[in-house]
């Protein structure tokens, strides 16, 4: 087992430990181990299915339901654009189109979609490494990608 | 004199630069040698002008809005420290016409307090409706929710008090409190800015609930998307069990209450009560079928009252204020008031509260002002994304549960989304069936695979515009199909979006009107 393994192994049992006596708690879990890792690593089934008594598959079918557990590593910078219709309405469909070329080969930028950040009446809004942004235009996104480049 | 500065710290108005419009003034006025007080209340609901910066002058308040980091040096030139006059100068806030004609009862404090400030929840009538239903028997506390006609505002509209009276009759070791903080329709934001602009009004509905149920556990389930609300309700949680809020014997009384906030992890489908149950108790959010209610094997197969936040944030004012005063506001069957939430392609989008029965027109133009871009409205959709697309000579219609549905269409969570002439209604047809394909839960067949056909047959009658007649006529059957084979609203309604379209715009279909009656 390597160190990074060893690590993961750490902090699976260490959330497991904190929610076993927590009525419901493997999406807890699931939440603990992503924010401390960034991501939900290969063994977490198996390692939490005996503590939780719970199978294998339904652990696995648990991660993958959800969409806001990611399975493999972040990129360095997540940028999720809003493509729900309130944002819709106001230019994401072509905001999108053009982050997403800007940034394609650039292997430190995670462009994802998602629906619904609650900011309907100042879209396109999106959201860069975790902060929100509304009234997004090409040149503010460039902006944006440019400053959190620099803050990294 | 020391100055008071208000900067909202709501997410929307983080979002359009309020915490480095806040910094900027802090360093100015350390430059300056000025004192300054800051204040970080709630936004209130004007998004359009946030970061709205207000100060406080002999008591009054005067706004500032849209506020950017490179003004705050005019601003200061400009003395607005004592609401000198400058272009970005709205007036006093209380009198800006889209602030003072509406109907706040639910959203009275938000944009004035600050969100963790227990003493400014107190000065601005809070915990009234607590201590009033701790002097009550459980069942007068229903009956009073019962009498002001409160019904579930995350779309159903079910009377919250039959929900209690159901729960409150059940017998149980243990029963719940849920509170369905999972608000995924576009358009909508009105949950959010309670929880991050009033926590301890969701709070205090949540004690009133337990006590009138008998329940003593509570759980709020927010969506993943709102960061900032996880964090201001987990604070304020801890805040108010310091306070002797939550806890055991609450105010002194026999009563005990505690919440716990529960992070959900992005499902649209979790937003239906019976999946969002299934997701609290760590599994896939898969529907139920009902029966068994939720009010009678609820969480954990106990006794539950699951209410979306706006129903929940209601209950501290009826309590407060008593069943009629609420009930004195709306129309027909529809009590009371709902934060209407205005977005999209809106020239002032934002929160407004007002009666039921006010006309989307009204909201549309005298509150939102028309479109953003200046061109005509092509269509609205009311309710999210399950809701119909409305046309735009059809606006003249009353926002009220009966109203919309005689029309075909739903009021759903109260989100109104606007869209100009350059919407192509196919392409938004079109979306709703891939939305639903992404978020099914797929354990019912209409909703799984229905929402993947449909979005193969929406691009067909784009692409090949000979065949428009005959694919449309197969959308309508596979949208019936949706509509009646589905357990919930997720396949039952997305035909709502789909078929409004499809009916009031068939040119962009590909059909003429004359071929759409034909078929």
């Known amino acids: 087992m390597d160190t990074v393994e060893f690590h993961h192994e750490s902090v699976i049992r260490q959330a497991a430990q904190r929610y076993r006596d927590v009525p419901g708690a493997l999406l807890p879990i699931l939440h603990h181990i992503q924010d401390t890792i960034g991501f939900i690593p290969n063994q977490t089934a198996s390692e939490l299915s005996p503590i939780l008594n719970l199978s294998r598959a339904e652990i696995h079918g648990v991660i993958t339901y959800y969409h806001h557990f990611k399975q493999t590593p972040p990129a360095k910078h997540t940028l999720a654009i809003c493509q729900a219709e309130a944002c819709q309405a106001r230019g994401c469909r072509s905001l999108t189109k053009e982050v997403t070329e800007m940034l394609a080969g650039d292997h430190d930028w995670h462009v994802e979609h998602t629906y619904c950040l609650g900011l309907c009446a100042t879209g396109p809004a999106i959201e860069i490494d975790g902060q929100l942004k509304a009234h997004a235009t090409s040149e503010k996104l460039q902006k944006w990608i440019k400053d959190a480049k620099e803050n990294a | ?519």
């Not at chain 2, 040698?33 to 204040?39: R, S």
């Not at chain 2, 002032?348 to 029965?357: H, I, P, Q, T």
């Open chain 2, 1 to 519: 004199m020391k100055h008071t500065v208000f900067i909202p710290c709501d997410s929307a108005a983080l979002a359009a630069g309020a915490e480095e419009v806040a910094q900027e003034i802090i360093r100015l006025a350390e430059e300056a040698g000025i004192a300054i007080n800051i204040k970080r209340n709630g936004s209130r609901g004007m998004f359009w002008l946030e970061p709205l910066v207000e100060v406080e002058v002999d008591g009054i308040r005067h706004a500032y809005g849209p506020v950017s980091v490179e003004q705050v040096a005019d601003l200061f030139a400009a003395d607005f420290l004592n609401a000198g006059t400058h272009e970005l100068y709205q007036g006093v806030t209380e009198d800006i016409e889209y602030l003072k004609n509406q109907e706040r009862l639910t959203f009275a404090r938000i944009g004035i307090t600050e969100p963790l400030s227990l003493q400014d929840y107190e000065k601005y009538d809070g915990w009234v409706g607590l201590k009033k239903a701790i002097s009550l028997k459980p069942a007068d506390i229903v009956q009073e929710v019962l009498d002001s006609g409160l019904r579930g505002r995350g779309g159903a509209g079910f009377p919250a008090g039959i929900k209690w009276r159901t729960v409150m009759q059940a017998t149980a070791d243990q029963k719940y409190i849920v509170i369905n903080a999972d608000e995924g329709d576009s358009g909508t934001f009105a949950d959010r800015m309670v929880m991050e602009d009033d926590p301890y009004m969701l709070i205090e509905g949540m004690i009133i609930a337990g006590i009138a149920v008998g329940a003593t556990k509570g759980y709020v389930y927010i969506r993943s998307e709102y960061p900032h609300a996880v964090d201001t309700m987990t604070e304020a949680v801890r805040l108010a069990r310091e306070a002797n809020y939550l806890g055991q014997n609450i105010l002194g009384s026999s009563f005990t209450f505690e919440i716990e906030i529960r992070k959900a992890a992005g499902s649209y489908v979790c937003g239906e009560e019976t999946a969002l149950l299934e997701s609290l108790e760590g599994k896939r959010g898969i529907v139920r079928a009902k029966p068994p209610l939720p009010a009678l094997e609820g969480l954990f197969g106990r006794p539950t009252v699951i209410n979306n936040v706006l129903t929940m944030a209601a209950v501290p004012y009826v309590l407060a204020q008593g069943a009629k005063a609420y009930a004195d506001f709306g129309m027909g069957r529809s009590r009371g008031t709902l934060p209407f939430q205005l977005a999209g392609n809106i020239a002032r989008g934002g929160l407004v509260e007002k009666a039921f029965g006010v006309t989307a027109r009204e909201l549309i133009e005298v509150y939102g002002g028309g479109t953003f871009t200046k061109r005509p409205i092509k269509a609205v959709q009311i309710g999210g994304p399950l809701g119909a697309y409305i046309p735009a000579d059809k606006l003249d219609i009353a926002m009220d549960y009966e109203a919309l549905a005689q029309k075909g269409a739903v009021l759903g969570h109260g989100g109104v989304v606007v869209f100009d002439d350059t919407v192509d209604m196919a392409e938004q047809a079109k979306y709703a069936m891939e939305f639903c394909a992404l978020e099914s839960c797929g354990k019912c067949t209409p909703c799984r695979i229905g929402s993947t056909r449909g979005v193969e047959v929406i691009a067909k009658i784009q692409s090949q515009p000979q065949q428009a007649v005959a694919q449309t006529a197969l959308l309508r059957d596979l949208c019936d199909t949706m509509l009646n084979g589905s357990l919930c609203a997720m396949g039952g309604m997305t035909p709502y979006p789909v078929l409004s379209a499809l009916d009031h715009f068939p040119e962009d279909f590909n059909i003429t009107k004359t071929e759409q009656h034909a078929a």
